[in-house]
Nanobody
Framework: QVQLVESGGGLVQAGGSLRLSCAAS????????MGWFRQAPGKEREFVAA????????YYIDSVKGRFTISRENAKNTVYLQMNSLKPEDTAVYYC????????????????????WGQGTQVTVSS
């Protein structure tokens, strides 16, 4: 089992940057594929980015490609989401999620595949 704690959210002007972190408990972080999701008020939680357990494979929704970067440091049990050129439509609560996998190359884009979730961190982008 793993516990996830997000941090790094805040208020930023449009065009600015934030880096979100998700710290995982336990000694088997490198066994988990990780993902970032977000949920805006009145909307469903949506996939943002995913990374395989090895870090070698990543995937993004089209709206953040070229602006967001997901990465991980297995030695620090942490996954990151670097967000640049932020837009007001990026405003949401951001959640990280984890799924234990045996393959180093797998990642997941659907909520249903993730077993563990953090509590979320608020990102607000002002225009």
């Amino acid at each position: 089992q793993v516990q996830l704690v997000e941090s790094g959210g805040g208020l930023v002007q449009a065009g600015g940057s934030l880096r979100l972190s998700c710290a995982a408990s336990g000694r088997t972080f490198s066994s988990y594929a990780m993902g970032w999701f977000r949920q805006a008020p009145g909307k469903e939680r949506e996939f943002v980015a995913a990374i395989s357990r090895s870090g070698g494979n990543t995937y993004y929704i089209d709206s953040v490609k070229g602006r967001f970067t997901i990465s991980r440091e297995n030695a620090k049990n942490t996954v990151y989401l670097q967000m640049n050129s932020l837009k007001p439509e990026d405003t949401a609560v951001y959640y990280c999620a984890a799924r234990a996998v045996t393959s180093g190359s797998l990642y997941y884009t659907e909520r249903v595949y993730y077993d563990y979730w953090g509590q979320g961190t608020q990102v607000t982008v002002s225009s």
